[in-house]
């Protein structure tokens, strides 16, 4: 088709001059006028970087898979803001109610901002192309707890389950089941549960679930939190 070349004016960024008529309610902004603007957008937030910070305070198990067989799936997140060593970790089971875990198991490496980890059985199947590290210490029901532990603090940083009671076949709250399901941690969830309680009520609302065996979420997170336009509702791009 026809090709046309232009150049636009280059027109710069308003001079911001102190507010006035100052009250707890409003106030009235001003600006030196740019030559050669027609129009001018208005933003107000409480920071001067418009963004806030919101990051998790620890890494937090953002998918657990208990599904047919040798299925079974723990994925780990990191939404702290910065680089994590993994050293300082221990993934631990807790079998059959048990109030002593009988299983711990080391991590290793590095997780990055914003990366995942995934721990699977040995014998699990195969999906896609996401790496997982196996091992045969993976290996839960739907009535274990399952506890991320940091070291060098010497406390939980996420509890999945209730630790010391066993629910029979597995936890069901508020329509979502621990055995045989899978479950994605909300995006909204900016941590974890530090301290067992009773009934496992962070599973109906805290957690999504999906059918046997899916596997589609996994090696990747979505997480509301991280650096987060702070912009007052109701005045952003106001012309």
């Known amino acids: 088709g026809t090709q046309q070349s232009f150049t636009t004016s280059q027109v710069g960024a308003p001079t911001t001059v102190a507010a006035t008529e100052i009250s707890n309610s409003s106030f009235t902004a001003n600006w030196e006028t740019e ?33 047919s067989s040798n299925n079974k799936y723990i994925e780990i997140y990191n939404g702290t803001g910065e680089d994590v060593d993994l050293d300082n970790y221990n993934l631990r089971i807790y079998y059959n109610g048990n109030s002593s875990y009988g299983t711990s198991i080391s991590l290793t490496g590095t997780l990055a901002n914003g990366e995942v980890i995934v721990y699977s059985h040995f014998n699990a199947e195969v999906h896609g192309a996401v790496p997982t590290i196996a091992t045969y210490d993976i290996n839960f029901n739907g009535d274990d707890a399952i506890e991320l532990y940091n070291n ?3 406390t939980p940083v996420d509890i999945f389950g209730e630790i010391g009671n066993d629910p029979g076949s597995g936890w069901n709250v508020g329509g979502n089941f621990t055995a045989n399901y899978t479950l994605v941690r909300n995006a909204d969830v900016m941590g974890g549960v530090t301290t067992s ?43």
Do not use: K, M, Q, R
């Open 152 to 154: 060098s603090t010497g």
């Open 197 to 239: 309680v009773a009934g496992f009520p962070s599973l109906g609302t805290e957690w999504t679930s999906y059918s046997t065996n899916t596997t589609s979420n996994l090696g990747s997170h979505d997480f509301d939190g991280g650096l987060i336009s702070d912009i007052i509702e109701g005045y952003e791009e106001v012309e």
């Open 35 to 67: 030559e050669g603007a027609t129009s001018y957008i208005l933003e107000i937030s409480t920071s001067p970087n418009f963004i806030t910070e919101n990051y998790a305070d620890d890494l937090f198990i953002s998918e657990y898979i208990e599904g």
